[in-house]
């Protein structure tokens, strides 16, 4: 009898062990389940930044539907993919984008942990002013080149009532008076959104020669900077 007894109290407390190992396991993976809920903040990274924007990249979170973002605390929009693009933006600027991976409706994950990307837009530089030469100076055929200027797409210039524009870095004018003075000008023009503002203006003076020039000129061509 004392056998069968020291045998039933064995075997309650083998049982009350394995019940307490049990719970002790479902309260682990109750607690990992709740921590998977709230989806992964997304790894974003930034790159082609201008003066006037930039683009946003992330990694894809697992148990995202969409990713939400915004700029600068402005109302949020969503989107599927895993990029976004601003645009229209001012220069040398510091900007704020929020993102934040979101689940899908009636999931029982959570939004994810915001994440805060700050970017400044890049500087604007100013194009170097040409440097003029004149040539022959005749009143059927006046030339004048001036430097090649880096970042530039076409120079601008004047002279007198005359304004024109080339890509290349040299002029020809022609039906100009004789023996008179005039002033030319030119500006180096950047390409739109290249993060560069045109030249200030080169001057030069010359005056036409009082009588017409030879059949031939030898005048001075494609001026490197």
């Not at 994810?112 to 890049?122: D, F, G, L, M, N």
């Amino acid at each position: 009898m004392m056998k069968t007894s020291r045998m039933i109290k064995s075997a309650f407390i083998t049982a009350a062990s394995s019940v307490l190992f049990l719970l002790a396991g479902c309260g682990s993976e109750t607690k990992e389940e709740t921590l998977s809920e709230t989806l992964k903040t997304p790894e974003a990274k930034v790159s082609e930044v201008t003066v006037s924007g930039f683009r946003v990249d992330w990694s894809k979170v697992y148990g995202a539907e969409n990713y939400t973002y915004s700029l600068d605390g402005a109302e949020a929009d969503s989107t599927k993919d895993l990029s976004v693009t601003f645009n229209g933006l001012e220069a040398s600027k510091e900007y704020v984008v929020r993102l934040q991976a979101e689940p899908a409706k009636g999931s029982t994950r959570t939004s994810s942990e915001p994440v805060y990307i700050h970017v400044r837009t890049a500087d604007v530089s100013q194009l170097e002013k040409p440097e003029i030469t004149v040539g022959s100076t005749y009143a059927s055929k006046t030339i004048i080149s001036w430097s090649i200027i880096p970042g530039a797409v076409k120079y601008e210039y004047t002279v007198g009532d005359i304004k024109g524009s080339t890509t290349e870095n040299k002029v020809s004018l022609s039906n100009l008076e004789k023996g008179k003075e005039y002033t030319f000008t030119v500006k180096a023009v950047a390409a739109d959104n290249s993060g560069r503002t045109q030249s200030d203006a080169a001057q030069a003076n010359f005056k036409t020669a009082s009588d017409d020039g030879p059949p031939l000129l030898i005048v001075p061509e494609n001026v490197l900077a």
